[in-house]
């Protein structure tokens, strides 16, 4: 169980603590100091890492050259970096490392979620939240590498699971959010010339 006082200090406000609580369930490790190693689809064994320097050692030795991660989230080590030099210690610390990688899977969960038109029903979330766990697991969603894909925007609505007893959304619904299906540039999310037909994305599941 993750700690109430670390998910609501370090966690993304954009995500509801329960949430938040069952992604790292899902997907993370409730070790802080956890590293994982795949190479080709097979786990690679390290030794266990006992302190930060030990676990930034194993980072460092195989960021590059095999899928790292890393933390109670998981966090694919090495994105958005050049250089092993510019891994941080941070990658290790409990609160940067929620705060990192719920601010990504909340990335990836608007990825997942515009691919499905951006459902407003309260019940496919449970469907968008599943994908977007395995699209955490593997780096990629409907051949969308999803660490490095630009951000679609907009708010993660209908966040509703079994454990959440409050009866209203915080986040407010955006109906405004665009369909393109992959904007080409970064900030051109609204301008992406190209559309998808959403009318038929019902019967693809």
Request: charged share 25%.
């Amino acid at each position: 169980m993750l700690d109430a006082a670390l998910i609501q200090k370090c966690a993304d406000p954009s995500l509801k603590p329960a949430i938040v609580e069952q992604f790292v369930t899902a997907a993370g490790s409730n070790d802080p100091l956890s590293v994982t190693v795949k190479s080709g689809g097979r786990l690679i064994l390290v030794p266990k890492a006992t302190t930060s320097d030990e676990a930034m050692a194993i980072i460092r030795q195989y960021v590059g050259q095999a899928v790292v991660r890393v933390g109670l989230t998981q966090f694919p080590a090495g994105i958005g970096i050049k250089d092993v030099a510019d891994l941080k210690p941070d990658l290790v610390d409990p609160c940067e490392n929620l705060r990192k990688g719920t601010a990504m899977f909340a990335k990836v969960l608007r990825i997942v979620a515009k691919w499905y038109g951006n459902p407003k029903s309260d019940e496919v979330f449970p469907q968008i939240f599943e994908d977007a766990v395995y699209a955490w697991k593997t780096g990629e969603f409907e051949g969308v590498s999803v660490f490095q894909a630009p951000d679609p925007g907009g708010s993660v609505v209908n966040q509703r699971e079994p454990i959440d007893s409050g009866g209203t959304d915080d986040a407010p619904d955006d109906a405004s959010l665009p369909t393109d299906h992959e904007p080409q540039d970064e900030r051109e999310v609204g301008a992406a010339g190209m559309r998808i037909d959403l009318s038929r994305i019902g019967g693809q599941k």
